[in-house]
């Protein structure tokens, strides 16, 4: 048994790309098969080297792996369509000289035998059948000699022994085109699938009304590659029983063609963004942490300081318990650093009144006056505070937190004082309440 996944380096790792990659991937792992990569790079205008490295790259991020094709090796050189033109012109010129295809002003034609029926068996949609009657004759070879489509992915499935085909849906018709082809080869045809298409939340197609549909795309907006590949297996197939959250060994031990929907899949960023908040909620906090100092890094484009990794530690098990993408880091914690310290000015203003000044000096004197500056002390004093004042806890807390932090939103209020420090917390108290009053 041997599956492949094709995709063209014409763009990024699109979403819809990477679903069919894992659904293969997982097929292959399933039964004890092959899973090969190869890349369709005929269009020569648009593919670049660039964008195979990132559909290899996030393939590979998505933890796919794969046992023969490009990068990998194999028995056919490099696994790309652009070093076999010869092949494809040597079997454009045996299909003609069989009188299977022609020459048309140039260029090649696949000569359709008409009153036939094709009939094959899909994994999703079942019997399916086809008219030649309802085929045209189609270019296998262009008139400047490079091949169509239908002619190079069909060739590379004959020479490289592809015995499943699972792919989009869009593709379906030219499924008889692809079987004629192999017919006149001589070649055994092989199983195919045609997975439903992805739609958007409006429920039409998934394109670039929806944004960057792209891999790398939410990578950068803090997607783990765990949820990732949970995700994209709910597009489509689900284990049974509800199960929504598993990992990869679950997911080869249930996969099966046979239990992909034929309905269309709805790629839902928000459910996807819940999902990789699960994941990150449920990772050990000792590589939660690493995770996150190292994004903060990367987002800060330096290292961390011993006193700011201090200060970091304190808050991050509650912020582990609020962020739905690691992207979200760096704005939530950016006051615990040692940057210049600013405060959201529209912000401010909301919150700047005389109720808000008198809070403010009352916990600054009482932060002063505590004898051990911890969560519990910390919110017994602001808490006293808004008594004292007769306030409500809106009107203190919130002047409070855009004080400390900057803005009103933050991780839990006295994890966050707490994590910031009573002397810095002291200082950003009086440089506030020196606002206030002016």
Known sequence: MKL??????TG??????????????????????????????????RSTEEHTKNILENLRWLGLDWDEGVEVGGEHGDYKQSSRFERYREVAQQLVENNLAYEDEGAIRF??????????????????????????????????????YHLASTVDDVDYGITI???????????????????????????????????????????????????????NKGILNDAM???????????????????????????????????????????????????????????????????IEEDLNRELFAEEVERLNKILPSVQERIEAMNGLYNQVLFLLDEPYLINK???????????????????????????????????????ALEELELKTKVGFQSTRVAITGTKISPPLFESIFALGRETCIARLAESIEKLTH
Request: overall charge negative; glycine content about 6%.
């Open 12 to 45: 990024s790792l699109h979403i819809g790309n990477a679903r069919t990659a894992l659904f293969n991937w997982l097929y292959a792992k399933a039964n004890g098969g092959t899973f090969l990569v190869r890349v369709d790079d005929t269009d020569m205008e």
């Open 111 to 148: 000569r359709v035998p008409k009153d036939q029926t094709i009939n094959f068996k899909d994994f999703v949609r079942g019997d399916m059948t086809f008219e030649t009657s309802d085929v045209e004759d189609f270019v296998i070879l262009r008139s400047d000699n490079s091949p169509t």
């Open 165 to 219: 085909i699972a792919r989009g849906e869009d593709i379906l018709s030219s499924t008889p085109k692809h079987i004629l082809i192999m017919e006149a080869l001589g070649a055994d045809l092989p199983e195919f699938c045609h997975l439903p298409l992805l739609f958007g939340p409006d429920g039409k197609k998934l394109s670039k009304r929806h944004g960057d549909t792209s891999v790398e795309a939410f990578r």
């Open 346 to 384: 529209e912000e401010w203003e909301s919150v700047n009144s005389t109720d808000a000044q008198k809070y403010l000096n009352n916990i600054r004197n009482k932060f002063i006056d505590l004898k051990e500056f911890n969560l519990e002390n910390i919110e017994s004093a602001m808490r006293k």
């Open 4 to 9: 492949r996944i094709a995709p063209s380096p």
């Open 229 to 295: 590949f949970n995700y994209l297996c709910l597009l489509g197939w689900s284990p049974g029983d509800d199960v929504e959250h598993f990992d990869r060994e679950f997911a080869i031990s249930k996969f099966d063609f046979n239990k992909v929907l034929p309905n269309a899949a709805i790629f839902d960023e928000k459910k996807l963004l819940w999902l990789n908040g699960q994941y990150i909620r449920s990772t050990e906090f000792e590589k939660f942490s690493k995770d996150a100092l190292s994004k």
